[in-house]
């Protein structure tokens, strides 16, 4: 994403791989509209775009009263929390854009702007070097040889750039590891397919291509030597909440003893939920699973169950791989000391 003089420029993800687009966002309306319709999608994109989208609401506002711009921007919020329920850096991100509304609200209106455009630039700004700092903690798991597994998108299409997931895979690459990466091609929505490929294509990083229900044979043959995924929202116990297949991933691999590792920046932590259990779980609509590229391929009148993420039991995750180095079991003491002490 880029913003410059009033607008956000973000690539349709919804067109990719087949379509390079760029869409201009100038409204925060079009911004939620963004995120609600998956032109921008991944947890810390979503943050950083939902807070330019509040710069955007605030220099719409920018002619009002003080009592009127705040009250505006608790709606414009309010809107932009209601885009997706599950990734917490958006409301990790709102959230820091409210407390500049707040610490700033006895100065004049165009002062309150600078400060969230300046605020959106910042998010921005520190994700990309988070992204780089997860990349170099967790290069040190993948080794010569090894057949790498993810899921999801977890790259700089998900991010500002760089990635989680395929940071950790871009910073080995970068040096000079010698390793294959597996992306399930994650149903329904597949940003595996559509988007981790991109990537990995782009980046020319060796990788394959598979189906989801293939995970399960390619350990049995031993060609996963580790599995990194990303994250929308870890509860303080460290149960992550992930793309829908990651739970089944992290049980095949406890099953073949491979490990499992999750790759987030701490904006994703959610130390008010206790467990897993608390994450809101989106559920999108049914066409994502009765339709391939608008062609229905299940008869209608069928019933559809579409739950757009699943959880993960903390004790099937080996490490949480954060900008704080790489975090692991007993999670709910060793989350709190590291938000302790950052
Ligand atoms: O529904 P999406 O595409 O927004 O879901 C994204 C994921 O589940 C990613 O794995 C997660 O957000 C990590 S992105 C760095």
Redesign the pocket.
């Known amino acids: 994403m880029t913003w410059a003089d009033g607008c956000l420029k973000l690539i349709d993800q919804r067109k990719l791989p087949s379509h390079l687009e760029v869409v201009e966002c100038r409204t925060y309306k079009e911004v939620a509209d963004a995120i609600r319709t998956?032109k921008v999608?991944?947890?810390?994109?979503?943050g950083a775009t939902a807070a330019f989208g509040v710069a955007l609401g605030a220099l719409e506002h920018r002619h009002a009263t003080r009592e009127e711009f705040v009250s505006a921007m608790q709606i414009i919020s309010k809107e932009l929390a209601a885009t997706?329920p599950t990734?917490v850096n958006l409301f990790w991100a709102l959230e820091r854009m409210e407390k500049v509304v707040e610490s700033k609200q006895t100065e004049p209106v165009p002062s309150i702007v600078d400060a969230l455009i300046q605020e959106a630039e910042a998010i921005a700004t520190e994700d990309i070097e988070t992204c780089k700092q997860i990349g170099a903690a967790g290069a040190l798991l993948i080794a010569d040889g090894d057949g790498v597994l993810t899921?999801?998108?977890?790259?700089a299409l998900?991010?500002v750039d760089y990635?989680?997931?395929l940071g950790v895979v871009r910073a080995a690459n970068d040096v000079g590891k010698d390793f294959h990466v597996y992306t399930a091609e994650t149903r329904p929505?597949l940003?595996g397919a559509r988007l981790t490929a991109w990537e990995l294509v782009q980046e020319g990083i060796p990788a394959t291509l598979i189906t989801d229900n293939m995970a399960g044979w390619l350990m049995q043959q031993g060609r996963v030597q580790v599995v990194i995924?990303?994250?929308?929202r870890i509860a303080g116990n460290g149960d992550t909440a992930?793309?829908i297949g990651?739970y089944t991933f992290a049980v095949l691999a406890h099953h073949h003893q491979v490990p499992f590792y999750v790759?987030?920046p701490l904006s994703?932590v959610d130390l008010s939920l206790e467990s897993g259990k608390q994450i809101p779980i989106?559920e999108r609509s049914p066409e994502e699973v009765t339709h391939l590229c608008g062609q229905r391929i299940a008869p209608a009148g069928i019933g559809v169950y579409n739950p757009?993420?699943d959880v993960t039991p903390a004790e099937l995750i080996s490490g949480i791989i954060t900008e704080a180095g790489i975090i692991r079991a007993p999670f709910a003491a060793n989350l709190a000391k590291v938000f302790r002490t950052s």
Do not use: H, L
């Open positions: 998956m999608r991944g947890a810390p994109a979503i997706r990734a899921i999801c998108n977890a790259g998900a991010t990635g989680t997931a929505f940003q995924v990303g994250a929308d992930n793309k990651t790759a987030a994703t989106e757009a993420f």
